[in-house]
C-alpha cells in the first residue's frame, strides 16, 4: 500500500485490529507503521505523537456510546459507555490515559452529563460516573487478560457474576439522588 | 549486604523505595535485586513472582487505611484509601492489579465495607466504593506523571480543584443511599 492510500481514519482502523492481536503494552508507532507499510515518520504527518494517535483509537472506542439525550437513563449509557470499552482488548486503560491527559473527544462525559440533567452539578457527578466506569472496565479487562494467559486459575464461579452486580450497585447509588 | 539479611518485608521495602525513583514500568525483578546487591533468584525464595512481589507492595502501600470501624464515616475511610494511593508514585496501579488478579490483603475494601454495614449490601458496595477511588486515583496520577515529564501542559488552575471535586461528589452520591 502507498503512503498515500493512509488517512487518519486507516491509522486507527489499523492500530485497532493491531491492538487485538498484541495489546497496549506493544502497541508502537513503529509496529502500527510495519503493519500499513510505511515508514513511522508517515504517521506522524496524520499524529504529532504515540498519545495524539492513542486519543484517535479512545475516541473510536467510544464512537458506540450513543450521542447526548436528556431522555436517556443514566445506567443505559453508563452500560452503553462499559460496552464500548469492553469491545477492545486494552480500551479501557487506553481511553482512561487519554482522559488523563485531556485528550480526545468527551463523548462519554457529555452523553452522562446529559443523562443527568436533572442533577444541580452535572457535569461533576457525570465525570465521577466516568471514573467508576473506567476503574470498573480496568479492572475487569486486567482480571480477563490474566486469567486468559493462564497468570490466574480461572474463576470457580462467573467472573463477570459479581462484576456485574458491583456494577449495578454503583451506578444505582451514583444515579440514585439524581431520580428524587 | 549478605542475602540472607533480606526478608519479604526489606524487599518490599526497596521496591517502594525505587517505585518513587523510577516508577512501575521499570521496576523490575533485576532492577530490585540490584539495588539489594544479591541474584534475582534470592528474591524468588521470598516472593513466587513478580505480581507477588507487587501484591505485598500493595498491601504496605494500603497499610495506611484505618482497620474495619463501623463507626467511622465512609467519606473519611474513601479519603484515607485515597491518600495511601496517592503517596507512592504509581501507587494506584499497582493496587488495582492487585486487586485485579485478587492478591493481597483486602484491607481497603474490609474498611469501606465496615463503615456501610447500615447498607443491606454492604460488600457489594464498599467494592464499587473502591472501584470509583481506583479509578480517580489513577486518573490523577496519570495526569500528574505527565505534567511532571512536560507531555502535557500545567493546568492553568491547581489540578487538584476539580478533580477533589469529582471525588467528592462521587463519595457523596455512592454513599446517600446509606444515611437515609
Redesign the interface.
Known amino acids: 500500500m502507498a503512503p498515500s492510500r493512509h488517512d487518519r481514519h486507516s491509522v486507527i482502523d489499523c492500530a485497532l485490529h493491531l491492538l487485538d492481536d498484541i495489546g497496549l503494552p506493544d502497541l508502537s508507532m513503529r509496529r502500527i507503521a510495519a503493519e500499513l507499510e510505511v515508514q513511522p515518520s508517515a504517521l506522524y504527518w496524520h499524529f504529532p505523537n504515540k498519545?495524539a494517535l492513542l486519543a484517535g483509537v479512545a475516541d473510536r472506542i467510544l464512537s458506540a456510546v450513543p450521542a447526548p439525550d436528556a431522555s436517556r437513563d443514566t445506567s443505559q449509557v453508563a452500560r452503553a459507555v462499559l460496552d464500548a470499552l469492553l469491545a477492545y482488548r486494552d480500551g479501557a486503560e487506553i481511553v482512561?490515559?487519554s482522559?488523563?491527559?485531556?485528550l480526545g473527544t468527551p463523548r462519554a462525559q457529555r452523553a452522562l452529563a446529559a443523562s443527568l440533567t436533572a442533577h444541580p452539578?452535572s457535569d461533576?457527578?457525570a465525570?465521577?460516573?466516568f471514573?467508576?466506569?473506567?476503574?470498573?472496565a480496568?479492572?475487569?479487562q486486567?482480571?480477563m487478560h490474566?486469567q486468559s494467559i493462564g497468570?490466574?486459575e480461572p474463576d470457580a464461579q462467573d467472573p463477570t457474576a459479581?462484576s456485574d452486580?458491583?456494577?449495578c450497585?454503583?451506578i444505582r447509588?451514583?444515579?440514585?439522588?439524581v431520580r428524587t
Chains 1, 2 share one sequence.
Do not use: N, P
Not at 99 to 102: N, P, Q, T
Not at 131 to 136: D, P, R, S
Not at 173 to 177: D, I, S, V, W
Open positions: 498519545q482512561m490515559s482522559y488523563a491527559l485531556r452539578d461533576v457527578l465525570d465521577a460516573v471514573e467508576f466506569i473506567l476503574g470498573h480496568t479492572l475487569l486486567q482480571r490474566a497468570a490466574v459479581h452486580a458491583v456494577f450497585a454503583g447509588a451514583l444515579t440514585a439522588g
